[in-house]
């Protein structure tokens, strides 16, 4: 169980509010024409300030024992990390030009 | 004897090191294992999109992007909901416990269908696995349909657990540990849908 340090509901409902408006602050970036790697690199940190916000609050991650997050967040991070550096040798497999 | 057996076994167990209960452990668990298959496509999908020379801007802001958005704010109520839910069963408030799942159900149900109405959309468009009406890149049907269609069953499939629960909950068969578990998988399908919004809809709006 999460422990008593757990906030009222009304502490969701703003956090409910946030995500909501970093959301909405994603669909004003898209339409503001930045350079392409500016665009992309300002979603994906506001995706992951969303995603952080709904695991540590919605998911009571931040109300659970410190060890429960520090056996599966950076386990899984890590193993995200190596798809993510592993996944182009397969499309390179895939089109048969193995020492490219 | 039993007594001394019984004493002798609790003297034994370990308490959890996580302070949590083994069926919320393997929730946990699930879902570490389905971000990394969620992560998988998406890096997949992010991989093909970068090799491709043609790539397709298909989402105009009316309607896409706003049915998107819509679709966005009503899974973050949905988890909301769901927050109300934990709390009525941990204050011991069945009544509205069971309430606030129903609403829950019902908001990720109405995800459902404007999902699905927005895929019906694109079919009449002439959008498909492998077929894109625009003449460009045909990989972008195949992964905006596979990784929003995955993302689908789980709603979905949430949509049916949270139904199987409130009725275990509501018969007495299962309790609030099972209701609090269960409102896990339903915020890490809100947690993913936080990068699939972004990466499958924004970065191919027509701007």
């Known amino acids: 169980m999460a422990s008593e340090r757990e906030p009222g509901f009304k502490f969701y409902v703003g956090i409910w509010i946030v995500m909501i408006c970093i959301a909405g602050l994603e669909v004003i970036l898209t339409y503001q024409h930045l350079p392409g790697r500016t665009f992309v690199g300002a979603l994906l940190i506001l995706a992951f300030v969303e995603g952080g916000i709904a695991i540590m609050y919605f998911m009571h991650m931040k109300y659970e024992s410190p060890n429960l997050f520090w056996t599966l967040v950076p386990i899984t991070i890590f193993v995200l990390f190596m798809l993510d550096h592993i996944w182009p040798d397969a499309l390179r497999l895939a089109r048969m030009n193995m020492f490219r | ?207």
């Open chain 2, 1 to 207: 004897m039993s007594e001394t057996h019984a004493g002798t076994h609790a003297a034994l167990m370990e308490a959890s090191p996580f302070g949590i209960q083994s069926k919320k452990l393997a929730m946990w668990l699930f879902i570490a294992s389905d971000a990394v298959t969620f992560g998988a496509v998406l890096f997949g999908y992010s991989f093909l999109r970068v090799g491709s020379l043609d790539w397709s801007y298909p989402f105009k802001f009316s309607p896409s992007i706003i049915n998107a958005f819509i679709m966005t704010v009503i899974l973050l109520t949905s988890s909301l909901t769901m927050l109300a839910g934990v709390f009525a069963a941990k204050a011991g408030n069945k009544a509205r416990c069971l309430a606030w799942m129903g609403v829950t159900m019902l908001l990720g149900a109405i995800f459902a269908i404007l999902h699905l109405r927005e895929w019906f959309h694109m079919f009449d468009e002439g959008w498909g696995l492998f077929k894109n009406p625009l003449g460009g890149s045909a990989d972008f049907g195949a992964g905006f349909f596979g990784i929003t269609g995955l993302h689908l069953t789980h709603v979905v499939s949430g949509v049916i657990a949270l139904a199987v629960v409130a009725l275990g909950y509501n018969s007495g068969r299962l309790d609030k540990n099972h209701v609090e578990t269960t409102s896990l998988y339903w915020h890490f399908v809100d947690f993913v849908w936080m990068f699939v919004f972004p990466i499958v809809y924004l970065m191919n709006a027509a701007r």
